[in-house]
Nanobody
Framework: DVQLQASGGGLVQPGGSLRLSCAAS????????IGWFRQAPGKEREGVAC????????YYADSVQDRFTLSRDNVKNTAYLQMDSLKPEDTAVYFC????????????????WGNGTLVTVSS
C-alpha cells in the first residue's frame, strides 16, 4: 500500500522554526516529485512547495519564499520541509503528496496524498 506519513507539526511561537517530515512507502520514491500543501480553517488549500524527483527543481509559493526550505533524501524515502521565521498566518494543517509530473502540483493533481500534521504558530 502507498503511504505518505507527515509528521513534525506542533505549537511554536512566532519567529520560531519547525521541520516537517514526509515518510513514503509503497511506490518508487525517486520517480516522484513531492509537494506540500496546507489548509487553514475556513481557507482554501494552498500549495506551499514542491521538489522534483531529483531535487533539481524546487518551487516555493510567494507566501513562504525565503522562509521555508524543501529537501529530500531518496535513500530514506523521506522529504523535509524546514520552516523558519514562522508567522501566525502559517497556522494550518500541512499535507504532503506525491506526483510523477511536477507540473500537476500547480493544480493539486497529485497521484498520492498523505495525512496531515497540524502546525500552530501562536504566542
Amino acid at each position: 500500500d502507498v503511504q505518505l506519513q507527515a509528521s513534525g507539526g506542533g505549537l511554536v511561537q512566532p519567529g520560531g522554526s519547525l521541520r516537517l517530515s514526509c515518510a513514503a512507502s509503497g511506490f518508487t520514491f525517486d520517480e516522484y516529485a513531492i509537494g506540500w500543501f496546507r489548509q487553514a480553517p475556513g481557507k482554501e488549500r494552498e500549495g506551499v512547495a514542491c521538489i522534483s524527483n531529483t531535487a533539481g527543481g524546487i518551487y516555493y509559493a510567494d507566501s513562504v519564499q525565503d522562509r521555508f526550505t524543501l529537501s529530500r533524501d531518496n535513500v530514506k524515502n523521506t522529504a523535509y520541509l524546514q520552516m523558519d521565521s514562522l508567522k501566525p498566518e502559517d497556522t494550518a494543517v500541512y499535507f504532503c503528496a506525491a506526483v510523477k509530473l511536477f507540473g500537476k502540483f500547480f493544480f493539486a493533481g497529485m497521484d498520492y496524498w498523505g495525512n496531515g500534521t497540524l502546525v500552530t504558530v501562536s504566542s
